[in-house]
């Protein structure tokens, strides 16, 4: 019975570890990813830094560092904060299989002093003869029969026991050691971080200097952004409003076709099950009038966090919200600009209909409706759909346009439900 309570602690303390240890796994996976982001950015500075001149491309690459480490240090705590907890619970097992061997070790010596006591043949006659009847005498023998193999087995569970507490020990020591290591690259981390930031703002004050030229750029840039944001809000709006008449006069028709045919069997004209859509349902109501549509937006919001990024290969130098510039100047992003390569295709990340596309300054928007949610894809140098196009999963729509000016390549991505934007980087699979 105790070794069986041994065996259920184990396993639930194993358990718990084997969760703690994918998490870790996950967190590792991303650390190492961030690196690799970090290096090639790294590199790309280096390439750009050889220029004397401060260049808009070093601030947004610098941008983009900061961004990276910021979240590498983040990753860090966590993995600390998932070692914390495996010490813990580490500590916790090595107590419990210290204080289960103290008490193993107690009962063998029981057994040893009673076993010495007992060990020669009279003693264990008079322990037979001293039973008040037969069936006490039976148990007696049976018991001193059973007794060496009980011990035997009393060795055993002492010895798995001390195995398993070594094993314990090595794991916990394993672990503070782990724990060590990151607290090193944490601290190692944040003090690039504060040269990166030192660098940022040199590379300002050297901006500075061609103030007029990226104030002008910055105007273009921002003009860009609003007329995109327009175009999308527009767009959306119309198609809000399409699915509203065409649900309308679907609702009217059946109605009419019902009271006619009701009219023309005398009876009373039955309610239809699904309510129609009128002036004052709700946009998510109105998207999701037509079966086609509620399924598709079911899929959709199935896969949050699972859907395949709109490049093969990119990194996030934007994120979505409200963010100040190095020149503390308050901005807001409806999305997210992905960095990836010149040319690089630009794919839908969910299947839909094509609702919108648009030239805008010289580059592409395209817009796809996924039942009551949009996807948007912005700053495009090509596009190979067109309005109305059904699009998969993973489709090529275009190609991501390079801005002449800092020879980036950078995709806008934005994700809407309804009119509402919301973060799609909490919408991708992990990269």
Do not use: C
Not at 125 to 149: C, E, H, P
Request: net charge positive.
């Amino acid at each position: 019975m105790r070794s069986f309570k041994i065996l259920l602690f184990l396993i639930f303390v194993f358990s718990a570890i084997g969760a703690h240890a994918q998490s870790s796994s996950e967190l590792k996976h991303r650390r190492d990813k961030l690196n690799e982001e970090l290096q090639e950015l790294n590199t790309e500075y280096q390439q750009t830094a050889s220029n004397k001149k401060s260049t808009l491309k070093q601030l947004n690459i610098l941008k983009a560092q900061i961004s990276l480490r910021e979240e590498k240090i983040s990753n860090i705590n966590s993995e600390i904060r998932n070692l914390d907890n495996q010490i813990s619970e580490s500590n916790n097992s090595v107590r419990s299989l210290q204080s289960q061997l103290s008490q193993l070790k107690k009962e063998y010596a029981a057994m040893i002093m009673f076993a010495y006591r007992n060990q020669s043949a009279y003693n264990k006659l008079m322990f037979i003869f001293a039973s008040q009847d037969f069936n006490q005498a039976y148990k007696r023998l049976k018991y001193l029969q059973q007794f060496g193999t009980y011990r035997e087995r009393q060795a055993n569970y002492i010895q798995e026991t001390e195995k398993d507490l070594n094993v314990k020990i090595v794991e916990l020591d394993k672990t503070k050691q782990a724990k060590d290591d990151l607290l090193k690259d944490q601290e190692k981390e944040k003090q690039t971080l504060g040269d990166e930031r030192t660098t940022q703002v040199q590379v300002v004050v050297g901006l500075s200097k061609q103030i007029g030229q990226l104030k002008q750029q910055q105007k273009d840039v921002q003009r860009k952004i609003a007329a995109t944001n327009r175009e999308i809000d527009a767009a959306v709006r119309r198609e809000i409003e399409e699915a509203r008449r065409k649900a309308e006069e679907e609702a009217k028709e059946a109605a009419r076709l019902a009271a006619a045919k009701a009219k023309a069997e005398n009876r009373e004209v039955v309610a239809p099950k699904r309510a129609a859509i009128t002036k004052v349902s709700s946009n998510s109501e109105v998207l999701n009038a037509t079966p086609e549509a509620a399924r598709l937006s079911n899929d959709f919001l199935g896969n949050r966090g699972r859907l395949p990024w709109p490049v093969a290969n990119g990194m996030i130098t934007q994120g979505f919200g409200v963010y100040y510039t190095p020149e503390n100047i308050k901005s807001e992003s409806d999305g997210v600009d992905i960095k990836s390569n010149p040319g690089a295709s630009v794919r839908a990340v969910f299947e839909g209909d094509v609702i919108k596309v648009a030239d805008i300054s010289g580059t592409y928007l395209v817009l796809i409706r996924h039942g009551e949610y949009f996807t948007a894809y912005s700053n495009l140098r090509s596009v190979s759909v067109a309005k109305g196009d059904k699009v998969s999963t993973k489709q090529s729509i275009g190609t991501v346009a390079t801005d002449s000016s800092t020879g980036e390549a950078n995709v806008h991505f934005g994700l809407y439900k309804g009119v509402t934007a919301v973060n799609p980087k909490l919408w991708l699979a992990p990269n």
